[in-house]
């Protein structure tokens, strides 16, 4: 088991994948941020093994092959290089994704999948070779064309996408989901729990292709600039709990302001889930999984600015919810600067503006200003208006029910 190495998403939607398995040996193998999760995560699993990154373009940490050969059955999140290790080795894949309608291709889906068809299967370095050209994004299609199954979250533009991935081939079928997320977890959070915290703020894993905790960080040094002024704006937020990849391990801090205190930490995602349940306000980076464990729990949250250009796109399809509606933009601070359409060029374009409003003090106040509309807004809806958040966006993401998807393609591949 495998996840992309991008953000907590993935690897939290294998974490659900794998407690629906708990008749199976479950290894996961991984590296960077889904190892980090993973690890903070660990009953999930049977075992973890840190695997050593291959630095070939789009290889991704490399399984030992006696892991592969032996397996039964290989479960990729998102990891394309995985799917076609598993492929070369010969094994059945089965490959979540849960941003299906986001991947973007330069080239027609049939050249992808004559690609495909023509791929040696002899190893993995020659069929790594033989897709060399795709990008990382199509590299993902190409992995829905090599996978035994295709397990899909639903979204908007995800049912035309499917249909195409699908195609002329006899007996192949994308499997469309509800959510991917831990129903077991979320089904053991206490109800009417007294809250802890004021306020729960939730920046996902934010590390990625570009990101990290140290490099292209201009969003988490503006996010501790701005913490202590949230703290000061707002009275009703006494206790503040902010959760996340970049406050794991030594990074762990607490903010404290006009006699009011944000503590920055790291938990296990069933850790998370009962302060996600009862905090009477709730704020998150606009990542599918986390606001999909919001919406389980009835709670409806307000969005952080963007962190990458994924973060754009979800904001923007959803832009006919209240949710998208009300979520926080950079845009708001910068109406005229444009994010690129493009995944790399996109997420570059935020770590630049973040960092100028970071060391601009003008557009600083600004985004303090606007950022500080948004939460007036949100706080002051009522009850009523928070349920019907979650009721339509519950209707535009729902869908069958992950346990049984998972059943019906993952069931016959038992042990031995």
Same mark, same amino acid.
């Given at each position: ?103 973007? /291709? ?41 996978? /035994? ?9 995800? /049912? ?209 200003? /606007? ?46």
């Amino acid at each position: 088991m495998g996840a992309q190495n991008c953000g907590f998403g993935p690897a939290s939607e294998l974490v659900a994948v794998s407690r629906l398995l708990p008749g199976h040996e479950r290894v996961f193998v991984g590296d960077g941020v889904a190892a980090a999760f993973a690890w903070r995560n660990a009953d999930a699993f049977d075992e973890i093994r840190e695997a050593v990154r291959d630095e070939a373009a789009g290889a991704g940490p490399e399984p030992a092959r006696d892991l592969l050969d032996s397996s039964d059955l290989v479960v990729s999140v998102m990891d394309a290089a995985l799917v076609v290790r598993a492929v070369a080795a010969r094994r059945p894949v089965v490959l979540v994704d849960s941003l299906l309608s986001f991947w973007q /291709t330069g080239r027609p889906l049939a050249e992808i999948r004559e690609l495909c068809a023509s791929m040696p299967r002899s190893s993995f370095a020659e069929a790594a070779r033989h897709l060399g050209g795709l990008s990382p994004h199509e590299r993902v299609i190409a992995a829905h064309l090599l996978a /035994t199954h295709s397990v899909v979250q639903n979204f908007p533009g995800v /049912t035309r996408r499917v249909a195409e991935i699908a195609g002329p081939a006899p007996g192949r079928t994308v499997h469309l989901t509800g959510p991917v997320i831990d129903v077991e977890g979320l089904r053991k959070v206490p109800a009417g729990a007294e809250p802890v915290w004021d306020l729960l703020i939730n920046v996902g894993g934010f590390k990625n292709f570009l990101l990290d905790f140290d490099v292209n960080n201009a969003y988490v040094r503006l996010l501790h600039r701005w913490l202590p002024d949230l703290l000061r704006d707002w009275a009703r937020f006494r206790r503040v709990l902010v959760c996340g990849g970049p406050f794991g391990g030594h990074r762990e801090r607490t903010v404290s302001a006009a006699g009011r205190r944000a503590d920055c930490r790291f938990l296990p995602q069933r850790e998370l889930l009962p302060h996600v349940a009862s905090a009477p306000d709730y704020f998150l980076a606009p990542g599918l999984t986390a606001l999909h464990e919001s919406l389980a729990l009835g709670r409806l949250p307000l969005a952080l600015p963007e962190q990458h250009y994924a973060h754009v796109f979800t904001v923007r399809r959803l832009g006919g919810t209240r949710f998208g509606r009300d979520a926080g933009r950079f845009a708001d601070v910068l109406p005229g600067h444009r994010i690129p359409e493009d995944d790399f060029a996109g997420t570059a374009a935020l770590v630049e503006l973040a960092g100028r409003i970071l060391e601009d003090d003008d557009l600083y106040a600004r985004f303090r200003r /606007t950022f500080n509309e948004r939460i007036e807004h949100y706080v002051s809806l009522t009850p009523a208006q928070r349920s019907r958040g979650v009721e339509e966006l519950r209707d535009v993401l729902g869908g069958e029910p992950l346990a049984s998807v998972l059943a019906r393609v993952i069931g016959h591949h038992g042990p031995g």
